[in-house]
Structure formats: structure tokens, C-alpha cells
């Protein structure tokens, strides 16, 4: 098998996406120079029966019953080939993205697999856990004490509105249902966004705001 990590966006993994990714793998000449195996005499793969159950039995292809190394060396060559890689929405960190007999190639046994190992790259703005999106938001000193209506621009380019009429401290978390991460098979169901809010206070004040914040606030 061949196994790698492929980092994508958070924008990929929110909306889906494919790639076209590079891959240099072994590859068989042709047919023909298979042939010149005097092992195995390039059999095709046989058919088992397998059981998988009570009363259930299955026919799976293995490789011919060639157990030496294989002899056909000049039947392959290292290629440089490409593989569209789908990115499915509300794909899982980790999620392995299997594409069957697509590695290697061999003259005396079947391909194994190619896997690719999806990882999400830092945000700028958004920090995904699990299902959830995570997103800090600051606000000035004003907004927090008399209320505030903001936009976030979310993934796919819609618009949510964030507002508050009450005062806000400073680490206070917001959650709005529904605007996180859309579940993987499901992309119907999505999970929350937590917005955590910094407030931005002004480096300094006059003496005349200092009065007059005491006499508001007194």
C-alpha cells in the first residue's frame, strides 16, 4: 500500500473540494513483457470461494500460487501519474481516503492501495472541533457595554449576524446552533459555532472621560 498526508483547508473540508494530486508509482511496461516471467508464467489471479458466514460463501480473486520472487524486474517502471482525490464535506480529521489497487504494480501479485490521510491546515479565522467551529470576536469598549451587530462572513460566503443588546464581559461565549461544521454523510446536520469575544480597551483616557465614566458609572 501507499500511504500519505494530504493537508487541505478548512474551506475543503466545510464545502468539499477535489484535487488532483501528484503520484510516482511502479507501473507494469505492458502485457506482454509480463509474459516473460517464466515463474509464474503470468497466470491470471484465481477465484476462491470464502465463507463469510453461516450458509454464505463469496468468490474473492487472489493472486496465482507463485511464491518466488518474480523475475519479469524489466516488466516495470517507476511513472509519474495523477489521482483526483475527493474531499468529501464534513470529512473527519484523519479520515483516510482509500482508492483500491491503485498502488504499485506487479507482475506476480495484485496492487494494494493508495490512502490518503486527510489533514486540516490552520484557519485564520475559524478553529474546528469536531463538529464545531470555534471564532473569537473583538469588540471595543463601547460595544461591550451598550450591545453591538456585527457579520461574520462564514465559509461558503453567507452572512451571519452576531449582536447583543445586553452588556458583554470580556470571554463571554456566544453559541449559535446550526452554523458549525456539517456532519460527514449527513451535510444536512451541522454542529455549532462558539463565539468567544475579547473586548478592546483604549490605551488611555483623558481626565474629562475619567470624570465622566465615574459619574455614568458611579
Given at each position: 500500500d501507499i500511504s500519505m498526508t494530504m493537508r487541505v483547508t478548512l474551506e475543503d473540508i466545510y464545502n468539499g473540494a477535489d484535487h488532483i494530486v501528484p503520484l510516482t508509482k511502479q507501473k507494469l511496461k505492458s502485457f506482454e513483457s509480463v509474459k516473460k516471467c517464466m515463474k509464474c508464467k503470468a497466470q491470471p489471479p484465481k477465484m476462491?470461494?470464502?465463507?463469510?458466514?453461516?450458509?454464505?460463501?463469496?468468490?474473492?480473486?487472489?493472486?496465482?500460487?507463485?511464491?518466488?520472487?518474480?523475475?519479469?524486474?524489466?516488466?516495470?517502471?517507476?511513472?509519474?501519474?495523477?489521482?483526483?482525490?475527493?474531499?468529501?464535506?464534513?470529512?473527519?480529521?484523519?479520515?483516510?481516503?482509500?482508492?483500491?489497487?491503485?498502488?504499485?504494480?506487479?507482475?506476480?501479485?495484485?496492487?494494494?492501495?493508495?490512502?490518503?490521510?486527510?489533514?486540516?491546515?490552520?484557519?485564520?479565522?475559524f478553529k474546528r472541533k469536531g463538529m464545531d467551529l470555534a471564532v473569537t470576536m473583538e469588540i471595543t469598549l463601547l460595544q461591550a457595554l451598550v450591545g453591538f451587530e456585527k457579520v461574520l462572513k462564514h465559509m461558503d460566503g453567507h452572512e451571519v449576524e452576531v449582536s447583543r443588546t445586553t452588556p458583554t464581559p470580556h470571554g463571554f461565549e456566544m453559541t449559535l446552533a446550526g452554523e458549525g461544521m456539517p456532519k460527514h454523510h449527513v451535510p444536512s446536520e451541522k454542529g455549532n459555532l462558539v463565539i468567544t469575544f475579547t473586548v478592546k480597551f483604549p490605551k488611555s483616557i483623558t481626565s474629562e472621560q475619567a470624570a465622566e465614566f465615574r459619574r455614568i458609572l458611579a
Open positions: 476462491q470461494k470464502v465463507q463469510i458466514g453461516p450458509g454464505m460463501v463469496m468468490q474473492q480473486e487472489v493472486p496465482p500460487d507463485c511464491r518466488r520472487p518474480c523475475s519479469a524486474h524489466s516488466a516495470v517502471a517507476r511513472k509519474q501519474t495523477e489521482m483526483e482525490v475527493t474531499i468529501e464535506v464534513g470529512t473527519p480529521e484523519g479520515h483516510e481516503v482509500t482508492y483500491e489497487l491503485e498502488a504499485d504494480e506487479f507482475p506476480d501479485k495484485l496492487p494494494g492501495d493508495v490512502k490518503f490521510v486527510i489533514e486540516t491546515a490552520p484557519h485564520k479565522v
